[in-house]
């Protein structure tokens, strides 16, 4: 049926080999298995040459790929900082009414704490400077967003939404008194919103956050970017990490794509207690490319990552 229809001559081959005389078949075939794995380590090796020629260390390569993403985010949020930078700066001397001043420390005590705080804490830039300008002011204000920060971290939620109050409260008064204040404050949450937090629901995110021991981090990794059963994770999604990344390291997501290639090839075709696997490559096949979604993946990752000619090889 196969020769009718035109498919596969493989049947035909297999006959040819079972007619030989006894024991010649078996060597034939022998032969051809008993060099199959070391041709299958042959091609691999040529395929990863394609994707990147680095042959980096292995232990490096983790901590790039996160400190790849976790600078693309602080990147990102700078760029918002920088645009609002101007009007922060023509805010800062804009002297706040008396009245407002007393009002506001009076009225509340947690900014007249953090105002005398950061009126010593030189973390702060405003250290010895008059009370009554828009700058003294948005100091108090970051102090309290910190100091929100540490109490929601240790629990003290109470304690937190104080802070937090105190915070918004400097906020209104200083959009009130200087309009450049509240421009500026506009341009970092449109930023925040549009631009940091859509990047950090992508892959970047996730991948910004797996530091620490390589091998450990490598694992996390490929879960993040290769995973076997993809739910949500697509070709557009890969390709616009990979570009990001490459904005900040040229070659960590080639280097990355091989090196985890490279780690499950020999996970595949690993030796077998009898001897050298002999199938293992149709299993790194089956690992990497086992459903549909995992193949576009994969392809999307390569290509984006070392080019078209690169995925031709596989």
Do not use: C
Request: net charge neutral.
């Amino acid at each position: 049926i196969a020769q009718v229809m035109g498919s596969s001559k493989l049947p035909s081959i297999q006959r040819y080999v079972e007619n030989q005389p006894r024991g010649e078949g078996a060597s034939i075939m022998g032969d051809f298995m008993a060099n199959r794995p070391k041709s299958n380590e042959t091609m691999m090796a040529n395929v990863l040459r394609n994707i990147s020629p680095n042959e980096t260390n292995t232990m490096t390569i983790p901590p790039r790929m996160a400190g790849a993403a976790e600078n693309a985010i602080e990147n990102a949020r700078n760029a918002g900082n920088a645009q609002a930078r101007p009007f922060y700066e023509a805010s800062k001397n804009v002297p706040v009414d008396n009245s407002t001043v007393v009002s506001l420390l009076l009225r509340n005590p947690k900014i007249e704490q953090a105002i005398s705080h950061v009126s010593k804490d030189p973390n702060y830039g405003v250290v010895n400077k008059p009370i009554g300008t828009v700058e003294v002011f948005d100091a108090g204000k970051k102090f309290l967003n910190d100091q929100y920060e540490s109490l929601s971290r240790e629990g003290k939620n109470n304690a937190a939404r104080l802070s937090g109050d105190a915070a918004k409260e400097i906020t209104s008064a200083m959009d009130t008194i200087s309009p450049e204040y509240g421009q500026a404050r506009q341009i970092v949450a449109n930023n925040i919103a549009n631009v940091v937090e859509p990047m950090k629901a992508t892959p970047i995110g996730p991948l910004a956050e797996t530091k620490g021991y390589a091998e450990k981090a490598a694992g996390a990794q490929r879960e993040i970017l290769m995973p076997n059963a993809p739910k949500a994770l697509n070709p557009s999604e890969i390709r616009k990490t990979v570009s990001i990344l490459r904005d900040q390291d040229p070659t960590i997501a080639a280097d990355w794509t091989r090196q985890n290639l490279n780690s499950i090839f020999k996970e595949s075709t690993q030796n077998l207690q009898s001897g050298q696997n002999q199938f293992g490559g149709a299993k790194f096949a089956r690992d990497i490319v086992g459903n549909k979604d995992q193949k576009a993946n994969l392809q999307a990752l390569v290509e984006e990552s070392s080019g078209k000619d690169a995925w031709k090889g596989f």
